[in-house]
């Protein structure tokens, strides 16, 4: 017999904000005795490793999930794919930071993948809500109940929940309170501990088409290949803390690092670094994004006592067998914005 019971988990901020901490307790204390739904809060799940509790309970999960973290919604829902944790993308009420009123957040089809897809995809959805978009408690909690209920009554899969047996064995026998003193008893329950603020990548397999590039212009091990022979991020602690070189090289901006201060290399909604048809580095002389990302890894590469190598070396070539088209009316802008040497 399934069950229609939800689970919620709350990825805590990395920050000692105390508006920030302040906001994750109202949550947390709204939905700890909310019934039909399975609370539990982890550290920042971009920080986990594998065999870490927060990850092993995510695991566990086979049901409906809800994942509220400081990150923008792309990016987390392909830093939890990343982790084995996969399913349809949920359609959220909430808006993400820096998104439009007329924009709609999440709810991407799997058959409206422009790349390669995920490598497995569950009969569940997963929803991504982003806790920098509001600062009151209750716009996350009544968002979670419609969602709870939606579940409820149209959105069960055909196979995978859980039964209420099933949820009692799965979860880790883990669970502890903050550690300071004056929260024991009071604060949210939290699974596992992060002792390291990590930084690598993260692909977004909607938009990555396999094109390998990634792969020829890191110079760190960071990328490998699956026995799919589809590109992977396998040595993610091989990746240069700050650096996000490989994410402007990417041709359909597939590359996301959800600590990043630019929206675009965050995960944020719309296209990435090189997104921009008309390239406005060209208006102010500023370097391009390929000029920068060859700067960002020499660095790097300095760093480890290496030769900086700039454009020789992992540069793509984009256009290389591409067949000619007809140019359109931005083309030809770009056209005469060259002409004029600026």
């Not at 490989?246 to 600590?259: G, H, L, Q, T």
Request: aromatic share 6%; net charge negative.
């Amino acid at each position: 017999m399934t069950t229609n019971r939800i689970t919620v988990v709350l990825s805590q901020t990395r920050s000692k904000n105390p508006a920030k901490r302040r906001l994750e307790e109202e949550i947390a204390t709204a939905l700890l005795l909310e019934p039909g739904i399975d609370f539990a809060v982890t550290p920042n799940v971009y920080d986990l490793s594998p065999g870490d509790t927060g990850l092993l309970y995510l695991n566990s999960v086979k049901g409906h999930l809800i994942l509220l973290s400081w990150q923008y919604p792309r990016a987390a829902h392909w830093l939890l794919d990343r982790n084995g944790i996969n399913g349809k993308q949920g359609v959220t009420l909430l808006k993400s930071v820096g998104e439009e009123d007329d924009e709609e957040s999440g709810g991407a089809d799997e058959d409206e993948y422009r790349g390669i897809g995920p490598v497995e995809l569950l009969d569940r959805y997963i929803f991504c809500l982003d806790l920098r978009a509001y600062d009151d408690a209750g716009v996350y909690v009544e968002e979670i109940k419609r969602i709870a209920k939606d579940v409820s009554v149209k959105l069960v899969p055909l196979t995978g929940l859980r039964t209420d047996s099933d949820q009692n064995e799965s979860k880790p026998n883990l669970f502890q309170r903050f550690s300071e003193p004056e929260k024991q008893g009071a604060g949210p329950i939290v699974l596992g501990e992060s002792k390291v603020n990590r930084w690598y990548p993260v692909i977004d397999y909607s938009r990555c088409t396999n094109c390998l590039e990634c792969i020829d212009f890191c110079l760190f091990g960071v990328y490998g290949i699956d026995h799919k022979e589809r590109i992977l991020v396998e040595n993610q602690d091989n990746c240069k803390r700050g650096c996000p070189a490989c994410s402007r090289v990417c041709p359909e901006n597939a590359i996301i690092f959800p600590e990043h201060k630019t929206p675009a290399i965050a995960g944020a909604p719309g296209e990435g670094p090189g997104g921009l048809k008309i390239d406005l580095s060209k208006l102010f002389g500023a370097p391009s994004a390929i000029e920068m990302a060859a700067m960002e890894r020499d660095i790097e590469l300095v760093k480890d006592g290496r030769a900086a190598v700039g454009l020789a070396v992992g540069i793509p070539r984009r256009q290389t067998g591409k067949a000619a088209t007809e140019k359109d009316d931005l083309d030809k802008l770009m056209d005469e914005l060259d002409s004029l040497e600026l």
